[in-house]
């Protein structure tokens, strides 16, 4: 790509990031570099910690919703550090900032750094290993804002270390807590003065917990002063990152139910107020998306960066919910969530999630796929159309596929994608959609709907899919494809790896188990079947195989139906 064209592209991404949020970056990457320019000379004075920290209240607050990235554990003196399916060996002095570490996105790295796992850890060692981190970490030296001092680990690091001093506090000696304490307020101020609105979404969520946590961590007026931040930045986010219908903006099941988890933690440790108030009538909202977009095997649907584990199971957060509010939500039949885009239908021996939905906000498309009219489907409570899911964060052939419309269960035009997606978290060129009949009950999914992604290739090409599924499991789906020249068009199924294929005289025989049987009938397509990949969590590939039909050139319209099997 040319470097008129890579600008080009920048400037359409650039074009929908808010103003504010972009003059905060900018400002963010001035302040960040000079910092690290002087701590690298001066690091006694730039680096230097607080003389005192305040006194820690009487009554801490007790462990919240858990976060759920990782997990350690000691054989003698080393240490086993398992994250994103990837398990590391440190012995203390611990290595904080291998040079191993330090590629991509260091979202492994990231892991170390967050703390979230010292919940596993001996007293002993929680001790060894957190004076380890606070004598190697000092703030402003090189890149201190990706990893150890950035606002997003040091959220949930704060939070882990608030929540094991609330724990071990009668068994530590009095200097280690002194230590802690101080190293505690020191992050704290620190998150306090970069809190991350060049980001927003799930990150700045993070950010709001940890200082509702400090306000009832600490007492008198430093406590008073993040508890009035934070309640500053959740009336500005409340009414932006949660949609309508109950949705979390960034449009990801995974983030949705990360955000939940955060939320109700806010819920618990705020005051009562008018804030408060809206915040219980949004979580009731959140905590019905959650039941909704759950398949019967307990896990949400793959949408977006979403996968298997990446947040708390949704068991453990609606009993948490349950816990605080005394509610459940009801598992329907049916659910329209329209600001998100996404539908769903269950049946006596089936489940579908259909994304009718942009790819994600304007502003942050940071976790957007190209998956317009994709869906999932299970059957007799066993996935068997998946979405691909996520391996990885940082730029590659892998970040590039699990974004692209080729990964996905809708139709593309010459292998192009809906959207323009770059890099890791970029995105130029956007789709709208237009729902033009959405009727759902009981009995029946009928959802009409056309996106413009493909306008911009030639002819002017506009996908519109029909979804229709009634409630004895046959799902319809017809692509029409109005305007083109000649592009190539063909729909993509991603099975789920443990489906086998068969062919029958009239059909393509999908079987997962005795029990869970799809009939594929596709007769104005020619079918052919690829290897492929699921990527069902951060740092797992399974092999599977995906389902291609060639439906010929655009302009046209084509069908294919998926009916569920009984004896």
Known sequence: MTTLANIARLVRSVHHTPAAQLLHRGRLQVKRRTLAAVGGVMPKVVGRRPASSPTVSRTLPGAGIPDVHSAVHSQGDT???????????????????????????????????????????????????????????????????????????????????????????????????????????????????????????????????????????????????????????????????????????????????????????????????????????????????VADLTHPDGRVALFNDAGLSMAATPENLLAAYEGLSGRSPAVHGQAAYPAAGYYVLRGEDFYLAYDAGRVGPDGLPAHAHGDIFSFELSVRGQRMIVDSGVFEYSAGARRTHARSTLAHNTLSLDDRDQCEFWASFRLGHRANVRVNTAQLDARRLHIDAQHDGYARLPGAPIHQRIMRMDRHGRLAVTDIVKGGAGQRAMSRLLLHPSVEIAECQDCILLLRSAQARLALEAPLAAVTVIPAVWWPDLGREIATRQIVLDYGTAPGEWQYSLTVMRD
């Open 79 to 289: 240490f086993v550090f398992d994250f994103l399916n990837v398990a590391r060996r440190y012995q203390l002095p611990l290595d904080w900032h291998a040079a191993e570490l330090n590629t991509g996105t260091r979202l492994w790295k990231l892991h170390l750094h967050y703390f979230d796992w010292s919940k596993d850890l001996s007293d002993a060692h929680f001790r060894a290993i957190t004076e380890d981190w606070i004598a190697q970490n000092r703030p402003y030296r090189t890149h201190y804002w990706m990893d150890s001092w950035n606002s997003y680990a040091i959220s949930i690091r704060l939070v882990a270390w608030m929540g094991e001093y609330s724990q071990r506090r009668d068994r530590l000696d009095s200097s280690f807590l002194e230590l802690l304490r101080a190293s505690i307020h020191e992050q704290i101020e620190f998150l306090s003065a970069n809190i991350e609105s060049d980001i927003g979404g799930n990150h700045i969520i993070k950010n709001i917990r940890a200082l509702y946590w400090g306000s009832r961590f600490f007492s008198g007026a430093p406590a008073e002063r993040y508890g009035s931040l934070a309640e500053r930045l959740l009336a500005r986010e409340l009414p932006k990152q949660i949609l309508c219908d109950g949705f979390h903006f960034e449009l990801s099941p995974s983030y949705h139910c990360q955000v939940f988890g955060d939320l109700m933690d806010c819920w618990r440790l705020m005051p009562d107020s008018s804030l408060r108030r809206e915040l219980t009538r949004k979580l009731e909202a959140m905590a019905q998306a």
